[in-house]
Every structure is written in C-alpha cells, then in structure tokens.
C-alpha cells in the first residue's frame, strides 16, 4: 500500500482547496483518514472515513467547512476544504487510521505508520 497526497498549495482566507490520496491499490476497505502537522505541533486528526459502512467523522474545528470522500474507480480519498483559515495551515498526511464512532478525532490513531505518506503543504493567508 503506497499513498500520496496532492492538491496543496497557497490561498487566501476563505479559499477552497481539494487534496487527494491516491494509492497503488484498493482503498475500499481501509478506513482512510486525513492529519495535519504543523511546525513545532503535535500531529492531529482531521477527519476519517470508515472502511466498513462509509461513515465520516470530523474535527469540531472543520466541521461543516470539511467534507471527506472516497472514489472507488480512482483508489481515491478526497478531503474538500471550504472555508479556510489561516489557523489550517498546515501540512496535510494521509494514513490507515482507527476510524470508528467512538474515535477520539483528534488523537484518531494511525494503524500502518509504514504507509504514511510525504504529505502535502496546504497555506491559508490572511
């Protein structure tokens, strides 16, 4: 399983980005989840999509502005970001993450540290 992430970049406050997580093989079954690092931070959960039933789950802070998805025929992740602020930037990670009604979003477990990817740079001006 290889993953890597794309569709960063530089936006103005209130801008949209899309990232993708693409992989080598079937994402179907993977419960797949986006985290952001920022310099000097701890790593934090964004949002998770399960493997089993498509449920997603998010951050309170993206709640709303965030919208996680899966394309199947792509092997595929998507993380649509709306409504950005400064206080998103950040670089963005794809992982096999813990991802489950009772996940603590935030502190969401990586499953496959192995399979962490390069991340992509997403950075919101003022």
């Known amino acids: 399983l290889q993953l890597v992430e794309s569709g960063g970049g530089l936006v103005q406050s209130g801008g949209s980005l899309r990232l993708s997580c693409a992989a080598s093989?079937?994402?179907?079954?993977?419960?797949i989840g986006w985290l952001l690092q920022a310099p000097g931070k701890e790593r934090e959960g964004v949002s998770c999509?399960?493997?089993?039933?498509?449920?997603?789950y998010y951050l309170d802070s993206v709640k709303g502005r965030f919208t996680i998805s899966r394309n199947s025929a792509k092997n595929t992740i998507y993380l649509q970001m709306s409504g950005l602020k400064p206080e998103d930037t950040s670089a963005y990670y794809c992982?096999?993450?813990?991802?489950?009604?009772?996940?603590?979003?935030?502190?969401?477990?990586?499953?496959?540290?192995?399979?962490w990817g390069q991340g992509d740079q997403v950075a919101v001006s003022s």
């Open positions: 992982a096999p993450v813990e991802c489950e009604p009772t996940t603590n979003i935030q502190a969401m477990p990586v499953l496959l540290v192995a399979y």
């Open positions: 093989v079937s994402l179907d079954y993977y419960p």
């Open positions: 999509i399960s493997g089993t039933d498509g449920r997603s």
